[in-house]
């Protein structure tokens, strides 16, 4: 079935650090993929999203290219702020099976001053 | 526009206890979800309304029913509750199911099973 990977957390990070968050999934057919990331105490929001291969999503200084050779979709920033601090959630969309999203299990980021 | 609300925020349980989690949506979007979301496990879907009057099991549907009362209103319900059921469950919407819509969602209702 579909699935995603995230890389373990929680991640550390110093305030104007670069940020990776791994992600690679498994799917049959190629999915939609995304980025969701939910504050503390709050639901989840979409961060960015990219639909086919190559594409490449951003929004707040955060990008991720779909990168269908490898099955990845790597989050990245290049100086992060402690407003980053945040649980982060790769997931895919496949129209072509349950057309439901299915959720890696989230990666926490906390960003120190 | 309030997006998508959820009632209660917390709630405390005894092991037995029934109770139903609301949610509702002013986006007129067509679908509608309930996950639950529990530590290391990422959110898993516990069923979901593509439209109005059709409902669908998810990942995790044992334990809990849903009613999708009209556009609006998709609610939740543990008829009798589990220790296993304590975790945050968090309602979407989207406008549609079948396509890579973004998915809304609501601050989440913090649950606890005695």
């Known amino acids: 079935g579909n699935s995603v990977t995230q890389m373990e957390g929680p991640v550390t990070l110093s305030e104007e650090a670069f940020l990776t968050i791994n992600c690679t999934y498994t799917a049959t057919g190629y999915p939609s993929l995304f980025w969701y990331v939910q504050y503390p105490g709050e639901g989840l929001q979409l961060l960015l999203k990219a639909t086919k291969a190559d594409d490449k999503g951003s929004n707040k200084g955060f990008e991720a290219t779909y990168r269908k050779e490898t099955t990845s979709f790597h989050l990245e920033k290049g100086s992060v702020q402690v407003s980053d601090s945040a649980v982060y959630f790769c997931a895919l969309f496949w129209s072509g099976g349950s057309e439901k999203l299915v959720f890696g299990k989230g990666t926490k980021l906390t960003v120190n001053p | 526009n309030a997006g998508v609300t959820q009632t209660p925020k917390f709630q405390v349980l005894k092991t037995g206890q029934s109770m139903t989690l609301q949610c509702a949506q002013d986006?007129?979007?067509?679908?509608m979800y309930w996950y639950r979301q529990d530590p290391g496990m990422g959110l898993r879907l516990i069923y979901y309304?593509?439209?109005?009057?059709?409902?669908d099991k998810g990942e995790v549907p044992n334990g809990y029913n849903v009613s999708r009362l009209n556009k609006r209103e998709f609610s939740l319900r543990l008829e009798s509750a589990a220790p296993s059921q304590t975790s945050v469950y968090f309602c979407a919407s989207s406008v549609l199911s079948g396509g890579p819509d973004e998915q809304y969602f609501g601050p989440g209702t913090r649950l606890t099973v005695t």
């Open positions: 986006m007129n979007h067509n679908s």
């Open positions: 309304s593509a439209s109005e009057g059709t409902t």
